[in-house]
C-alpha cells in the first residue's frame, strides 16, 4: 500500500484555490451540493430569500471545508512549473 494521499480537488493552476474534481469522491461531494442548493430553491424560494442566502452560504461553507480538508494545500500560484 503506498502512503501518498489522494486528493479529489486539484490546486488551480493560476490563483488560489481548487480547481475540477479529479476524483469520483470529489464529482460525488459537488453533485450532492448542487442537488442540495436546487433542493433548497425549491423549498424556500421565492417567499423565504433570507433563508435561502443563509442556506447557500453555510453550504458553500461546508463545500470549502471539504476542498480543504480533501484537495491539494490552497496556495498562491501564477502557472509555470508542473508540480
Not at 486539484?10 to 461531494?29: D, E, S
Not at 433548497?40 to 471545508?65: D, I, K, N, Q, Y
Request: charged share 15%.
Amino acid at each position: 500500500m503506498s502512503n501518498e494521499r489522494r486528493y479529489w480537488f486539484p490546486a488551480k493552476r493560476y490563483g488560489w484555490g481548487w480547481g475540477p474534481p479529479i476524483a469520483w469522491q470529489g464529482w460525488l461531494v459537488l453533485f450532492v451540493w448542487l442537488g442540495a442548493i436546487a433542493a433548497m430553491a425549491l423549498a424556500l424560494l421565492p417567499r423565504h430569500h433570507g433563508e435561502f442566502v443563509l442556506a447557500v452560504v453555510a453550504m458553500s461553507l461546508l463545500l470549502l471545508l471539504i476542498c480543504y480538508a480533501k484537495g491539494e494545500p490552497p496556495a498562491w500560484r501564477w502557472g509555470g512549473k508542473e508540480s
